[in-house]
């Protein structure tokens, strides 16, 4: 376990398939120059009790820090996203596929959380 509680198996498995940041695509294995390119555990679903491969990601600095307690159908529609390319195309498979989820409400999240967030499918 880190500090984050993820187990040593899902921290191994999620750094050897997240070699870039599964937001903007900066690698971490070149383009760490810049404190805002490394890496960071990211928790796709703001909710540090679900740590699962489908939630466990990891991404830059950068994008966690503009993320921060936002949902993610919310923060990928925000003028920041938009204006540097982070897009739902773009975007890493494992965030399409929670993009999906979340749209389909196949997660349990509460109240407050169905309030009609578009995603375009394309
Ligand atoms: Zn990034």
Request: hydrophobic share 40%; glycine share 6%.
């Amino acid at each position: 376990m880190n500090r984050w509680n993820i187990p040593v198996w899902l921290a191994q498995h999620v750094i050897e398939s997240d070699r870039r940041c599964v937001y903007c695509n900066v690698s971490f294995e070149t383009d760490t120059a810049t404190r805002g390119n490394r890496p960071s555990w990211e928790h796709i679903i703001n909710d540090a009790r679900i740590i699962t491969a489908e939630n466990i990601a990891r991404c830059c600095i950068s994008r966690n820090a503009s993320k921060g307690s936002r949902d993610l159908a919310v923060w990928i529609e925000s003028r920041y996203c938009v204006s540097r390319g982070i897009t739902v195309a773009a975007v890493a498979p494992i965030i399409k596929k929670a993009l999906s989820r979340a749209l389909h409400g196949q997660i349990d999240r509460g109240v407050g959380f169905d309030q009609g967030v578009a995603i375009q499918d394309d």
